[in-house]
């Protein structure tokens, strides 16, 4: 067998056309040396190139095994090749799984929650007697919709402006108020798309903060925040008092530390741990199923009180359930295959702003932020140089959580 070279194969699942989309971008024009053949178990390709030779596993398993696939006369002397791979008949071509990373029926009842990077215990094992998930980030609105709608109610159009502030107030005192929010409950743990969020008498070992490590404290009260303050700053970052990594931030709305899933570990079914792509993966997805938008924006949440950042990120959700192999990257990776390019903060408020606007807004911290522009330039560069663009725009590749077990 010949040494590995510089040629790359990239395979891609077709799940709705029940194809698989093969690439190899090679080191140097094709010539009479260059082979790419199937193997007879249908599951990996192998690619000869003069000297090199690199195999890949593809994403699923295709038809016509034992088979060399043929170079096209227009493809000879090209340096990227390609080819459309049928999908075998006993293959699935549906992805499996919830894309929701740690819903609340998979975290064991009573797990504690330790800090990512130093194993420090935040949330005591046993503190939490129940997990629940929390609705969707719009459910207020939508209840208030249901209550002024609903079918059996009829409407008066001449009523006067105290009727109307009188039914706000109802609803509002029934929780259902565009102003409500669910508060944290001692012994809950509360499960978000992106976040676990918990009373803070549950927690232990964090640091609260206006701004960076060294000007916060273990006890909150002890920072004296007059009203005015509170209203204003809405959140307190949250460390961890050991390795002073940024595990969240304390919310004086809800009265809950709210943990972020990437920088906590907790005990689930799959015993994976989610990173911040499937996240954000689960938030994209999550929110083209609630406005139907599949264009959002992802604004970066400074993480001190000084710091700024004049990035965001513009994506364009194109399949938000692929599963893809890459010489570069061998293990079939479930995906959301997205464009995205950066824009300045200044853009991306004129285009939320605007009435005609369909992006959706997203939040993240600055740091997260930060190591999603890593994945999607790592990802843009798995992809054959030919489909790495498309006019301004990068395509990048998401990771995609799919719950196991």
Same mark, same amino acid.
């Given at each position: 067998?010949? *040494? ?36 007879? !178990? ?78 420090? @215990? ?21 209840? @208030? &919709? ?61 640091? &609260? *903060? ?28 949250? &460390? ?11 919310? &004086? ?72 192999? *890459? ?19 200044? @853009?991306? !408020? ?56």
């Amino acid at each position: 067998m010949g *040494s590995f070279d510089d040629s790359v194969l990239y395979a891609e699942l077709l799940a709705n056309i029940r194809q698989i989309s093969l690439a190899a971008s090679l080191s140097s024009p094709s010539d009479a040396s260059t082979q790419v053949a199937l193997s007879s !178990d249908c599951r990996t390709v192998e690619l000869r190139h003069r000297d090199g030779c690199n195999q890949l596993m593809l994403p699923a398993k295709a038809s016509f095994g034992g088979t060399l696939l043929a170079i096209q006369d227009k493809q000879k002397g090209a340096v990227t090749l390609t080819w459309r791979l049928p999908l075998d008949a006993s293959s699935s071509s549906h992805s499996s799984g919830d894309p929701t990373p740690w819903s609340a029926i998979d975290l064991d009842t009573g797990s504690g929650v330790t800090c990512r990077q130093c194993s420090i @215990e935040v949330v005591p094992s046993g503190s939490v007697k129940v997990w629940k998930d929390l609705p969707s980030e719009n459910w207020a609105e939508m209840m @208030e &919709f249901w209550h002024c709608h609903k079918p059996d109610h009829h409407h008066h159009h001449n009523r006067g402006a105290g009727s109307w502030k009188a039914d706000a107030e109802s609803l509002a005192a029934r929780g259902y108020g565009a102003s409500s929010a669910i508060s944290a409950q001692e012994g809950v743990g509360f499960v978000d798309l992106r976040t676990l969020l918990f009373a803070e008498r549950d927690c232990r070992n964090v640091m &609260f *903060s206006r701004g960076s490590y060294e000007q916060g404290s273990t006890d909150r009260q002890s920072l004296q925040l007059g009203d005015s303050e509170t209203a204003q700053i809405r959140n307190l970052n949250v &460390f961890c008092s050991s390795c002073r990594a940024q595990l969240g931030f304390f919310n &004086f709305r809800t009265a809950a530390v709210t943990l972020l899933k990437w920088q906590i570990s907790c005990k689930g079914a799959s015993g994976a741990v989610p990173g911040v792509s499937e996240c954000l993966g689960a938030t994209l997805i999550a929110t083209i199923s609630r406005s139907g938008s599949s264009k959002s924006l992802i604004l970066p949440i400074p993480e001190t009180a000084q710091e700024t950042d004049d990035k965001a990120i513009h994506v364009w959700v194109l399949n938000s359930s692929i599963v893809y192999s *890459s010489t570069n990257a061998p293990q079939p990776t479930p995906a959301i295959k997205l464009l995205y390019r950066l824009i300045r903060r200044e @853009e991306a !408020d004129k285009m939320l702003e605007a009435i005609t606007s369909d992006a959706q807004e997203i939040n993240l911290p600055t740091q997260a932020l930060g190591e999603v522009i890593r994945h999607l330039d790592t990802s843009n560069a798995l992809l054959p140089p030919p489909e790495r663009m498309f006019k301004e725009w990068k395509v990048g590749l998401l990771t995609r959580w799919e719950a196991k077990g």
